[in-house]
């Protein structure tokens, strides 16, 4: 059975990179970024609002719609699930673990995890594209724009925006590249480069699983694959 297989392939394996996508924050309650407020669920919207080009053009009516979308992660209403406690727990228990997650929530980290790759940035904090000075969570609610403490200039969150560069394309192969097994959790696998991530792992001949809800359009590249509810199937791995 896949699962068995799954289970043994991970018990096995003394260096694991995991990576996450917006399944494994859903059991937090967390809704998806494509199932959020209704005026924001067409991309056309979202990709012009939260993008870089939109930020320079009117940075006052970004930090608006911005907040407006993140809205309920920016809340903070929500701590790890334990989807998160069972990859911390793989790392207490003595395996080497990098995460790479889409998610920008935070979770993997506020759970434990030491090596947590943050590939699409993060919500909680941002900083000033003129002196760089960085700036956290709470500091980002205090005003409706908020601005650099130093030179009064408005600040861009550490989320990689629509237009942004990637900068951790590197660091996630290098992880890729050091482990003996790769774990893609909650990722429909639609967005790049993450998505080149499980091509490069295929192409080092790496083994690989996948468990997500739904079959992705990158099935084939895996050894073991697994449609099923996360939540339900870490629950079992665990036993
Ligand atoms: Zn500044």
Redesign the pocket.
Known sequence: MHLETAAKMIADASSVTILTGAGVSTASGIPDFRSTNGLWTADEAREYYISNHYFYKDPVDFWQKYKDIFRVKLLKDYGPNHVHRYLRDLEVNGKQITVITQNVDGLHTLAGNEHVIEYHGTLNSAT?P??G?SYDLPHLLTAETPV?E??V?VLKPDVVLFGDPITEHDKAEQAIQQSELVLVLGTSLLVSPFNMLPEYANSLGKPSILINREPTVMDELFDIVIYDDLSKIVQQLQK
């Open positions: 000033c003129n002196c000075s650099c130093k030179c200039h």
